[in-house]
């Protein structure tokens, strides 16, 4: 009967939800007003009905506020669920009052007013108490949700920081180890090579505490990673991009790529003596992101076992994207590796 963003009520959706039930209602309330001894003409018969319900419209934000500042949860339920009775008599009295008003404005004379009141009691009290209690589960219902929601953001983010500092080192210790192999061959090229790598590290922990940069970012980012192995892999390593222009607008996570380009040159063209293509390419197809990096390098066999880059990037999308993204790989002996990336759209 309600809707609410961000703590504040939307008016037009609980204005709508109570005329709705004014509707609803308003049969019945015209076939009893015929059988009175007395009928109220058919216009007074249908406002008294409907007034019950809007009243109750404007009584809505109070009992949701109550709720929300003594939820009957925790500790001081017992406590909280008695300061909520309290309010709601005091929600069924200012109900009771405006159906009195209106009674009295629509009356042809003076009414005696404990006379008027009494009748409204009997007539409407048992039905407030359960429009009272109605709404007071609707707000426990809107709080425990928006408490759950809340609690499931900060252990997403939780797992999301915990898996990026993961990677972190991750990528710093497989590009330590490569320098390393390189120092007693060529130290010039090695002095060039940390250098960028310097430069490297400072730019992924500076896009590292971004939740999503673009993609055109993360490329740029993977051109810097690809300058040091181009450097390490010689002529041996040959980049291929296709990239839509569409697509470097999309938002992605940080240092998504990386690791799977990383495990294309470890495990796809490193081994191989001649070397091989890495191929990286982005479409949008039927409103989605399509990632494709594959290799011409030896292949395996399925099933894979999954290392840290590869398990990691299919944890933080399913943590990011609710398993509404997906990772595909594809591979044969001798065929290299084709790892697919379809994320949902800008």
């Known amino acids: 009967m309600t809707a609410a963003s961000g703590g504040k009520l939307l008016w037009p959706p609980l204005v709508l939800a109570w005329a709705i039930l004014a509707i609803v209602f308003l049969p019945q309330a015209l076939l009893l007003n015929l059988a009175r001894p007395e009928p109220l003409p058919v216009w007074q018969a249908g406002l008294r009905s409907t007034a019950i319900f809007l009243l109750w419209a404007g009584l809505t934000p109070l009992a949701l506020s109550a709720v929300r500042r003594w939820p009957p949860l925790g500790r001081t339920r017992w406590r909280n669920a008695l300061v909520l009775t309290g309010v709601g008599i005091a929600l069924c009295a ?7 008003l209106v009674t009295l404005a629509m009356a042809p004379g003076p009414v005696p007013a404990p006379r008027l009141l009494s009748s409204l009691a009997v007539g ?23 408490a759950r929601r809340a609690a499931e953001r900060q252990l997403s983010d939780a797992r999301l920081a915990a898996l990026r500092h993961q990677l972190q080192p991750h990528f710093l210790f497989n590009t330590l180890n490569a320098l390393s192999e390189l120092v007693h061959r060529d130290a010039d090229r090695a002095e060039s090579v940390l250098l960028r790598l310097s430069a490297l590290l400072r730019r992924a922990l500076q896009d590292g505490q971004a939740p999503r ?3 055109g970012e993360e490329l740029d980012f993977l051109d810097d990673y690809l300058s040091i192995q181009e450097t390490l892999l010689g002529e041996r390593l040959q980049v291929r991009r296709r990239i839509s222009r569409e697509c ?20 796809g063209i490193a081994p191989c003596l001649e070397g091989g ?7 949008m197809i039927d409103g989605a992101l399509c990632i494709d ?3 011409t390098g030896l292949g395996a066999s399925l099933p894979l076992r999954s290392g840290i880059g590869m398990a990691n990037t299919r944890e933080r999308l399913d943590t990011e ?10 591979t044969a002996p001798g065929e290299g590796f084709c790892v697919r990336l379809r994320l949902p759209g800008p």
């Open 94 to 100: 200012l109900h009771l009052l405006g159906m009195a």
């Open 248 to 267: 470097l607008s999309a938002r992605v996570p940080p240092l998504l790529l990386q690791p799977l380009v990383e495990n294309a040159l470890r495990h």
């Open 277 to 283: 293509v890495l191929t990286i390419g982005c479409r």
């Open 124 to 146: 409407l009290g048992a039905t407030n108490v359960l429009m009272a209690g109605a709404l007071f589960a609707v707000g426990i219902a809107v709080h425990q949700f928006a």
């Open 321 to 330: 994207y609710a398993g509404a993204a997906s990772v595909e790989v594809r």
């Open 213 to 215: 940069i673009t993609l």
């Open 293 to 295: 990096i594959s290799d």
